[in-house]
């Protein structure tokens, strides 16, 4: 015999036996043997060749295999049916049913389609604070093999997701500046203020713990700055910062410490009136920031995040002066 001809023995077999077996499931009891599919949606089954065929209707049996198939019994529209299962991860069990999907939950049933059944996977998977990609609902090949992999074997740290992130923070804000190289004064001025910020996540798939990140953040304070050479200058300045950078998880544990780096570009607006004149100006900033955080998980998906960070922006002109702004701050965000 052929070595060609044996090694695809061999795979057949090997096939047989392992793949393609057929088999049911009675009673919690798993039988293997053979399996044919009948018109009327029941099925025949033998244990052995010899044996007489024994007919099985939906709600006779739990589950059978059929050509590395598996199907359940289930109730749908009060009807007891046999139907492919492409997807099971305790609670949660997909089905295929007609040119829609079923979702199993526990003991309810709901027919839903590919985008219905995106949320309740995000819900439901094991993939604790992670979601899902949506991707893997791209075609029906991905349902039938990426949803049931992703789901059965799923580790938060292999699968590619994205993050957004609402926050709420306190700064403290130094402003210094001069008005310049033909005079001595100079200005400083301390400030604390609110800030609300919008970001989102991406993460480089290998490695997986690192993560480009991108923060749309607004300030705003007003107050007064003192100068050298003239009297105190009152100033109302709005910033609109956003720090792209990167984020690395350094204890991937429940509770994720990370540390982030970015190089900031801002549009300031700064308006400043001494009493006798008033004057307002703007203009693009450019900086580095550099930040240390906390993430806790809340339910499955969401989470609360901590975070310290520091802020170093370069002077840039606005109107006869060379403004520069520094900030510490803290806040604390929502993410899902």
């Given at each position: 015999?052929?070595?060609?001809?044996?090694?695809?023995?061999?795979?057949?077999?090997?096939?047989?036996?392992?793949?393609?077996?057929?088999?049911?499931?009675?009673?919690?009891?798993?039988?293997?043997?053979?399996?044919?599919?009948?018109?009327?949606?029941?099925?025949?089954?033998?244990?052995?060749?010899?044996?007489?065929?024994?007919?099985?209707?939906?709600?006779?049996?739990?589950?059978?295999?059929?050509?590395?198939?598996?199907?359940?019994?289930?109730?749908?529209?009060s009807?007891?049916?046999?139907?492919?299962?492409?997807?099971?991860?305790?609670?949660?069990?997909?089905?295929?049913?007609?040119?829609?999907?079923l979702?199993?939950?526990?003991?309810?049933?709901?027919?839903?389609?590919?985008?219905?059944?995106?949320?309740?996977?995000?819900?439901?998977?094991?993939?604790?604070?992670?979601?899902l990609?949506?991707k893997?609902?791209?075609?029906?090949?991905?349902?039938?093999?990426?949803?049931?992999?992703?789901?059965?074997?799923?580790?938060?740290?292999?699968?590619?997701?994205?993050?957004t992130?609402?926050?709420?923070g306190?700064n403290?804000?130094?402003?210094?500046?001069?008005?310049?190289?033909?005079?001595?004064?100079?200005?400083?001025?301390?400030?604390?203020?609110?800030?609300?910020?919008?970001?989102?996540?991406f993460?480089?798939?290998?490695p997986?713990?690192?993560?480009?990140?991108?923060?749309?953040?607004?300030?705003?304070?007003?107050?007064?700055?003192?100068?050298?050479?003239?009297?105190a200058?009152?100033?109302?300045?709005?910033?609109?910062?956003?720090?792209?950078?990167?984020?690395?998880?350094?204890?991937?544990?429940?509770?994720?410490?990370?540390?982030?780096?970015?190089?900031?570009?801002?549009?300031?607006?700064?308006?400043?009136?001494?009493g006798v004149?008033?004057?307002?100006?703007?203009?693009?900033?450019?900086?580095?920031?550099?930040?240390?955080?906390?993430?806790?998980?809340?339910?499955?998906?969401?989470?609360i995040q901590?975070?310290?960070?520091?802020?170093?922006?370069?002077?840039?002109?606005?109107?006869?002066?060379?403004?520069?702004?520094?900030?510490?701050?803290?806040?604390?965000?929502?993410?899902?």
């Amino acid at each position: 015999m052929k070595k060609s001809q044996l090694s695809f023995i061999i795979f057949f077999l090997l096939c047989q036996t392992t793949y393609c077996q057929d088999y049911i499931v009675k009673d919690s009891t798993y039988t293997s043997g053979t399996v044919k599919l009948l018109s009327d949606g029941s099925i025949t089954f033998k244990k052995l060749k010899k044996d007489l065929p024994i007919t099985y209707l939906p709600g006779e049996i739990k589950e059978f295999g059929f050509e590395g198939k598996v199907f359940e019994s289930i109730v749908t529209n009060s009807q007891i049916k046999f139907s492919e299962r492409i997807a099971n991860a305790r609670p949660l069990k997909v089905f295929v049913y007609q040119s829609q999907l079923l979702l199993k939950v526990y003991d309810s049933i709901k027919i839903v389609d590919k985008n219905e059944l995106l949320n309740q996977v995000q819900k439901y998977s094991v993939c604790d604070t992670y979601k899902l990609p949506k991707k893997i609902l791209s075609n029906n090949k991905s349902i039938d093999y990426n949803l049931t992999k992703l789901i059965k074997v799923c580790k938060p740290h292999k699968l590619l997701f994205n993050r957004t992130l609402f926050s709420l923070g306190i700064n403290q804000i130094d402003i210094k500046g001069d008005g310049g190289l033909l005079t001595t004064e100079r200005l400083s001025g301390q400030f604390t203020s609110p800030s609300l910020g919008l970001g989102k996540e991406f993460p480089f798939y290998k490695p997986s713990n690192l993560f480009l990140t991108a923060d749309l953040n607004f300030n705003l304070l007003s107050g007064k700055v003192n100068s050298t050479n003239n009297p105190a200058k009152k100033i109302t300045a709005h910033y609109i910062i956003l720090p792209i950078g990167l984020k690395w998880i350094i204890a991937d544990y429940t509770v994720k410490t990370y540390l982030k780096g970015a190089v900031v570009a801002s549009y300031s607006s700064i308006s400043a009136d001494t009493g006798v004149t008033s004057s307002s100006s703007s203009s693009l900033q450019f900086g580095l920031t550099s930040a240390i955080g906390i993430q806790i998980p809340i339910q499955k998906i969401n989470g609360i995040q901590l975070e310290l960070k520091f802020i170093d922006l370069a002077k840039t002109s606005f109107q006869e002066y060379e403004l520069g702004m520094t900030s510490n701050s803290f806040s604390i965000g929502y993410c899902f």
